[in-house]
């Protein structure tokens, strides 16, 4: 069965014609385009030290002469839409800086090599915020630096997360002891916001739930896995009305 690119191929009009030359041009320019881009990054990186694999990758590839399916023209263009089938190279990737960070392999915490944009300028110059901090363009070895001092940090926070998940741990055995009544005791994130909303963060915490929808959070120091409360919401206490409160005060104060 023919689709209707294929029966249009037969029956083109000078407009669709033109329509597709300017496709295919259009699709050659950004394909060599990308393909000198990845050339290009990938020979002045080696050329100032960086290796490929540990600090970038090339994942540029291309294959040429694919049959593809396309819609062309519509309300923005000089010609109604229509489909038709065109062989072009087909193209993905391109060249990636590399660095370290603390990632989670099989249920395992360990250091994963991360990819990140980066680009260069007219003076030789590469931009990389992730790694610089800032949009500020540096020279090639400043920033061969700096990923090599990050990729060390990385280490010690590896360090710092295994001693914090061991400390979480820890804390869970305690609380599912202390509370054998709750239907969970589970390590989760709280959104804390601050007065400043750009210095807001998330923060670690366990929280043991109960069955009437009450629930305990608990806050556990990192470093030396002290448990301190940090929420209690009870459920029966935050359900009284004003006048429940007063008389359960009057109750209490007539008991003295």
Same mark, same amino acid.
């Given at each position: 069965?023919?689709?209707?690119?294929?029966?249009?191929?037969?029956?083109?009009?000078?407009?669709?014609?033109?329509?597709?030359?300017? *496709?295919?041009?259009? %699709?050659?320019? %950004?394909?060599?385009?990308?393909?000198?881009?990845?050339?290009?990054?990938?020979?002045?990186?080696?050329?100032? =030290?960086?290796?490929?694999?540990? !600090?970038?990758?090339?994942?540029?590839?291309?294959?040429?002469?694919?049959?593809?399916?396309?819609?062309?023209?519509?309300?923005?263009?000089?010609?109604?839409?229509?489909?038709?089938?065109?062989?072009?190279?087909? *193209?993905?990737?391109?060249?990636?800086? #590399? %660095?370290?960070?603390?990632?989670?392999?099989?249920?395992?915490?360990?250091?994963?090599?991360?990819?990140?944009?980066?680009?260069?300028?007219?003076?030789?110059?590469?931009?990389?915020?992730?790694?610089?901090?800032?949009?500020?363009?540096?020279?090639?070895?400043?920033?061969?630096?700096?990923?090599?001092?990050?990729?060390?940090?990385?280490?010690? %926070?590896?360090?710092?997360?295994?001693?914090?998940?061991? !400390?979480?741990?820890?804390?869970?055995?305690? #609380?599912?002891?202390?509370?054998?009544?709750?239907?969970?005791?589970?390590?989760?994130?709280?959104?804390?916001?601050?007065?400043?909303?750009?210095?807001? *963060?998330?923060?670690?915490?366990?929280?043991?739930?109960?069955?009437? =929808?009450? *629930?305990?959070?608990?806050?556990?120091?990192?470093?030396?896995?002290?448990?301190?409360?940090?929420?209690?919401?009870?459920?029966?206490?935050?359900?009284?009305?004003?006048?429940?409160?007063?008389?359960?005060?009057?109750?209490?104060?007539?008991?003295?």
């Amino acid at each position: 069965m023919k689709t209707e690119g294929q029966q249009l191929e037969m029956f083109l009009t000078v407009e669709q014609e033109q329509t597709i030359e300017r *496709y295919l041009n259009n %699709h050659d320019f %950004h394909f060599r385009n990308q393909k000198g881009d990845a050339e290009k990054k990938s020979q002045f990186l080696l050329e100032n =030290g960086f290796i490929e694999g540990e !600090h970038f990758e090339n994942t540029f590839t291309f294959e040429e002469n694919v049959t593809e399916t396309v819609s062309l023209g519509g309300r923005w263009y000089d010609v109604e839409e229509f489909e038709t089938e065109l062989n072009v190279t087909k *193209y993905q990737g391109g060249v990636f800086l #590399l %660095h370290d960070a603390v990632g989670e392999v099989d249920g395992e915490r360990q250091i994963v090599k991360k990819s990140t944009w980066f680009s260069l300028t007219s003076e030789g110059k590469i931009e990389c915020s992730s790694i610089v901090g800032s949009y500020r363009s540096v020279k090639p070895a400043t920033l061969l630096r700096k990923l090599v001092e990050q990729n060390e940090a990385v280490k010690d %926070h590896l360090v710092l997360a295994n001693r914090k998940d061991n !400390h979480f741990n820890s804390a869970l055995v305690t #609380l599912k002891l202390e509370f054998p009544n709750a239907v969970s005791v589970e390590r989760g994130s709280e959104w804390v916001r601050t007065s400043n909303w750009k210095n807001s *963060y998330t923060t670690d915490v366990i929280t043991v739930a109960f069955e009437d =929808g009450s *629930y305990i959070q608990y806050d556990v120091n990192s470093f030396s896995g002290e448990i301190k409360i940090r929420k209690v919401f009870d459920k029966v206490v935050e359900s009284l009305t004003s006048q429940d409160k007063v008389n359960n005060l009057k109750d209490r104060l007539a008991k003295v």
